[in-house]
């Protein structure tokens, strides 16, 4: 079902929360089982309507329909939701049988009294597919092995107690974000979902029906479009119970305090208009940081590679986009790498500026940085700059093709140590930071390493691989470090994705190889992962993430040889 806004009001707002009111009891008498069901026709219907899915976020994104960019939107899109709902599936069957969906989990530990649960590779086709790549969830110290396969599949361990209704507000930039928000309210938190899409994502409308119709059809599920005035009527009205939401910190804080100076007011006394519980994905400023190491030529060009694709995936329009490198100038290579690093920015295909405001907030930072260099596609890279002088670029969020890079006066290991610092004290936000080092640094920090990853409060921690990926592996949970307050909000409060619904989770460390194949292999990395296929110069993107998206929602010996050929040309 499809309700949207009225010029007189709201009616179909009332309307949608009074199905949904109707929808909680029948989705409370539901059995896991029928749940599974559910979600694996979602999982098909991802699959069946997916190129429609592509074909409009293409258009909304104003790409070219031929152009290897569009690989984004397969890979972020229902490649993402199919691979989500899957898992939240096996999970569900777990708990049918009354097993843990972690039970047979890889369990391991981290600096600090943590546990950790891998999460990737959860089987041998991600061994093949994502060869090298590895993801865990850290839990907070103290939770242990026994404790973790207990709690774990939160709400869903009682499904008929249910919590009332939940508001969803979608965000503008990634299309998988708003159907995985609202299939985490379902299951994590067992609350029927009002989902109102960003204005943006309007013309996902149709696609999104289709794809979630089970879920409507049990009345779990309502989609709303119309702008903030339908949307501050959500969230305040009498019905819902809970408000979870993706977007900026200002979007939050207008929806919690109020706008203008009173807004303000209410926020400096802690004093919130918005009564009820909320939780938020807010982004912030990511950093990469780069040890210093002793790099070949072809490493240098490829990392450049992989940071220009933190910053570029999606024009730059991304919470996670990396902003700022950060760097030691003491590092030999430090003028190699910048250069390549220009060189990646100004090289990688350009792409129209599709999110508004996007102009200008370019413009700002060349406002506040006037001596940036000025790339190709309206690219921005803001470096040698006065230590004094970064405070800005370290704590706004421009959502914008801008990087910066800032260096510390350090090297080896105390250049660790002063950027771990650095990250933490300096920076705007927690939701993720990314880490490049040559296995050969890393071997050398030894047990010192993990240190410094368990020092980093970040929600999601990338070594050698980009935070993204940590988006796009399902049982890996997204969301802000834990900490942050209502009156500051930075990245957030509370996670999502999480399909193994993990309990007590702290964070997610990522890893990946510092090489693709083959020059891994050479280098005794013994990892077959060619270029990813997320990478902006990644030349068969489109055809892979196609192929990707087919194996996700149907898994298949069959369709590896297929993906295999397109990712080793990209």
Known sequence: MH????????????????????????????????????????????????????????????????????????ISGPYAFAGGAATLAHSLASLETGTSPIAAATFGSAPGGRTTVRVLP??????????????????QPGTDVERARQTAGLAQLDPAHTHGIGAVLGAGNIMSIAPLDTLYELFAHNRVVALKLNPITDPMLPVFTKVLAPLIEVGAVRVLTGGAELGTYLVNHAAVHHVHMTGSSITHDTIVFGPGQEGAARRAANDPVLNKPMTSELGGVSPTIVLPGEWSDADIKYQAE???????????YNCIASQVVVLSSKWKQRDQFVAAL??????????????????NRVEAA????PHADKLGSGRVLIHDIDPTDE?????????????????????DEAFAAAAVRTANSDFVGTLGINIIAHPRSIQQMGTGFDILLAELNYGTIAVNAWTGVGFLTAGATWGAFPGHTIDDIQSGMGMVHNALLIDGAERTVVRGPFRPAPRSIVNGEWTISPKPPWF?????????????????????????????ASALRG
């Open 3 to 74: 309700v949207t806004n009225t010029p007189t009001g709201h009616p179909t707002v009332d309307r949608a929360l009074d199905e949904l009111s109707t929808g909680e009891k029948t989705w409370a008498s539901l059995p896991l089982s029928a749940r599974r069901a559910l979600l694996e026709r979602v999982r098909d219907l991802t699959a069946a309507h997916a190129e429609e899915w592509v074909t409009a976020a293409t258009a909304i994104k104003e790409l070219d329909p031929s152009s290897p960019l569009v690989g984004e939107e397969w």
């Open 122 to 139: 959860l089987g041998i086709f991600d061994r093949l597919l994502l060869n090298g790549f590895s993801a865990e969830v850290w839990l």
């Open 306 to 316: 992989h940071v220009a694709t933190q910053r570029l995936h999606n024009g730059g």
């Open 342 to 359: 220009r060189t990646a920015l100004n090289n990688t295909p350009g792409r129209n500026p599709y999110y508004p405001g996007s102009a």
């Open 366 to 369: 060349l406002t506040a940085y």
């Open 391 to 411: 405070a800005t670029l370290l704590q706004t969020e421009y959502f914008a093709p801008v990087l910066g890079i800032v260096e510390l006066p350090h090297a």
């Open 536 to 564: 902006v110069t990644n030349r068969t993107a489109a055809t892979t993430g196609r192929l990707l998206t087919a194996f996700a929602a149907k898994p298949s010996w069959t369709k590896l040889p297929g993906i295999f």
